[in-house]
């Protein structure tokens, strides 16, 4: 009997704390592109796509693939949303009051930047995908993350200058540069930005999108996000993935690169990134490369970006389960989630009928 009611009891408690996990909703603040920030309210048990997607409604953006939810992950890590994966599995959100409705994240925040940059930003369909490119191409500039020579530095500021002010002005240009630092030592800049924005009198600021993102997809370090590693031969050196494969770079110098076409497989074992090529290199004949990263969460979230990348760039369409491909890897099941870049283009069209009206 007594056995009979402590089982009773304890699938009462299971019950209540079910149907209090299912009441549970999480608030998770997202600061954006032009750095304004909202709060949005999702169910704990919501996948990462419900709360991505709710982002995207958010913005009525409709090119919602090229983006991504960027968030420190409790190893310390900055790491990318997973749309397949529970949401609260990820943050690993602790429960510790479920009398509340709310869970506590206010340590915690994403921000919402470009994941996929495209070879050519003309790609991108939609005026609102543009703008919020070319605040991603701002952002980059301002941190010093987006290296390049003087004059183009110059060039990207005057047509950043050009969508938020209009027509050159002399009073107003000095005092809006005096104010707003949009690149690293701006000031021995100032001339020549001031000289090319009188050259582009009459532009609209969705034409200076247009224009900044012309002259930013030019640049080296166009799209680079550098993950640090050492060689085979412990130089330091970052690698980074793109729209063409994988890249090595020492500094801001590009020493390296494996097209998706000579990668015969991309694996990682514990925090070692391992390329496997179609063909041998180098003067010992290694037909596989070896990374070493800081761990291996390190070396495994870099892989899953290289994963999503070569799905994004490369694949017809999305993959539906994870067979043995160029990129698996033992014991993960990761696999991209979303359209693909063809099936985006073909969906989109050949662009917009009439101007999309947002608010910059």
């Known amino acids: 009997m007594g056995d009979r009611h402590g089982r009773t009891r304890r699938l009462g408690s299971l019950t209540t704390k079910s149907r209090v996990s ?214 330091r050196i970052n690698l980074a993935v793109t729209h063409s494969g994988v890249l090595v770079f020492q500094g801001n110098t590009k020493i390296n690169t494996f097209s998706w076409a000579k990668i015969r497989k991309l694996s990682f074992k514990r925090k070692h990134f391992l390329i496997k090529l179609h063909d041998k290199v180098g003067p010992s004949c290694k037909d596989t490369l070896e990374f070493s990263m800081a761990s291996r969460d390190v070396c495994k979230s870099f892989w899953k970006t290289c994963v999503e990348y070569h799905a994004f760039f490369r694949l017809a369409e999305e993959p539906k389960t994870m067979h043995k491909t160029l990129l698996f890897s033992k014991g993960s099941s990761f696999r991209y989630s979303g359209r693909t870049q063809k099936q985006l283009l073909e969906c989109m069209g050949s662009g917009e009928k009439k101007p999309s009206h947002f608010e910059r």
């Open 22 to 235: 299912k009441e549970i909703k999480l608030r998770l603040r997202v600061i954006f592109l032009d750095d304004s920030e909202r709060t949005f309210e999702v169910e704990q048990r919501v996948l990462g796509g419900d709360f991505f997607n709710k982002v995207c409604g958010h913005l009525k953006l409709l090119e919602k693939e090229y983006f991504g939810l960027e968030f420190r992950h409790h190893s310390g890590n900055y790491v990318w949303l997973e749309l397949l994966k529970p949401l609260a599995k990820q943050i690993k959100c602790e429960l510790k009051n479920v009398s509340l409705p709310f869970v506590d994240t206010s340590d915690l925040f994403f921000r919402f930047i470009v994941k996929f940059f495209p070879p050519d930003p003309g790609q991108l369909k939609r005026s609102l995908t543009r703008y919020l490119f070319a605040l991603q191409i701002k952002q980059d500039l301002s941190n010093g993350s987006l290296t390049c020579h003087d004059n183009s530095a110059a060039l990207l500021v005057s047509h950043i200058l050009q969508s938020e002010l209009g027509d050159y002005d002399e009073e107003l240009d000095c005092h809006h540069l005096e104010m707003k630092q949009y690149v690293p030592n701006q000031e021995y800049l100032d001339h020549k930005i001031i000289k090319f924005h009188k050259k582009h009198r009459g532009a609209s600021p969705a034409e200076s999108d247009i224009h900044l993102l012309e002259v930013a997809r030019k640049l080296d370090m166009y799209g680079i996000r550098p993950h640090a590693a050492n060689d085979g031969e412990g130089m």
